[in-house]
Nanobody, 113 residues
Framework: VQHFVESGGGLVQPGGSLRLSCAAA????????MGWYRQAPGKEREWVAT???????IYADSVKGRFNISRDNAKKAAYLQMNSLKAEDTALYFC???????WGQGTQVTVSS
């Protein structure tokens, strides 16, 4: 059964940076796209970024130019480098592959002064 463990969240001031990590297991990691998603209080979960199996990355307009997604197939891991953080980036962040069969617990990112 595939599962995901997210880590690296925390409290950061506006303009700061965080690097999120995602450990995946239970499936053929390198054969699937990997994505990051987030859910703010009272809002629907939204897509943030995806890195395809071939390494191409795409981003939501709200994070383009500030966030960078990467993956390490040997470690079955994905990462989200978040720079120039804003208050509106505050959310619970999740990772998942394109199957989205189940979700991890997420890691909380809070941007506040």
């Amino acid at each position: 059964v595939q599962h995901f463990v997210e880590s690296g969240g925390g409290l950061v001031q506006p303009g700061g940076s965080l690097r999120l990590s995602c450990a995946a297991a239970g499936y053929f990691f390198s054969g699937y796209d990997m994505g990051w998603y987030r859910q703010a209080p009272g809002k629907e979960r939204e897509w943030v970024a995806t890195i395809r199996a071939d390494g191409r990355a795409i981003y939501a307009d709200s994070v383009k130019g500030r966030f960078n997604i990467s993956r390490d197939n040997a470690k079955k891991a994905a990462y989200l480098q978040m720079n120039s953080l804003k208050a509106e980036d505050t959310a619970l962040y999740f990772c998942n592959n394109d199957l989205q069969l189940n979700w991890g617990q997420g890691t909380q990112v809070t941007v506040s002064s």
